[in-house]
């Protein structure tokens, strides 16, 4: 890991895709070498040993490398880990944060909205969370308090109420679809 930083251009940003490699708290410190490199992506989606010292790591190297997009997809994260990445990444803007396949976030929306709304993410993945009607209720909510933005978005022209989620597969819409609209436990009517 240590020689890669060499083999990068220094010029350009680049993307760094890292899936599935194990990687661990003490081998995330070691990015600390990509000295003057800006790394546009990083996707370190399926690495499930990072744990929360880890993450805030990441938020550090996202912050210090000009990072846009950050994918943690399937890197079993929960509360801690996402406290340990807001920790990291501070006040910063990001254009992408995919943190599907990550059933652990599910019922801590208050965090996730945290890492949203300071990260200011414009774009980003909860597919495949588990979250619930009632959770999806709630983190709209929460954004809504804490960055004056929700996903329930009201046209009052053609007088429609619809939730904006990006990315959700056509079987996760439907799932979520029959829940928002269910007539004994549904937040909206047709």
């Known amino acids: 890991m240590i020689a890669l930083p060499a083999l990068l251009c220094k010029d350009k940003a680049v993307t760094l895709i890292m899936k599935g490699c194990g990687l661990t708290p003490e081998e995330i410190h070691a990015f600390e070498s990509f000295a003057d490199i800006e790394v546009e992506s990083l996707d370190l989606s399926y690495n499930t040993d990072m744990e929360p010292a880890g993450l805030k ?3 550090c190297f996202v912050r210090k490398h000009y990072t846009k997009t950050v994918r943690l997809s399937a890197c079993e994260l929960d509360e801690d880990s996402l406290i340990s990445l807001n920790n990291g990444l501070g006040i910063y803007e990001l254009h992408s944060l995919d943190l599907s396949r990550n059933p652990g ?30 959770q999806i209720r ?15 978005r009201y046209n009052p022209e053609c ?12 079987e996760d819409m ?4 029959k829940q928002l609209f269910s007539p004994s436990k549904g937040i909206f009517s047709e």
């Open 105 to 134: 976030i599910s019922s801590c929306y208050k965090t996730v909205t945290k890492v949203l709304c300071n990260s200011r993410v414009e774009e980003f993945n909860l597919c495949n969370c588990k979250m619930l009607s009632m």
């Open 174 to 177: 439907k799932t979520l679809r």
């Open 138 to 152: 709630n983190l709209s909510e929460e954004m809504g308090k804490r960055c004056g933005t929700s996903f329930v």
């Open 159 to 170: 007088r429609k109420v619809k939730l904006v989620l990006p990315r959700l597969s056509g």
């Open 57 to 59: 790591e990441i938020g």
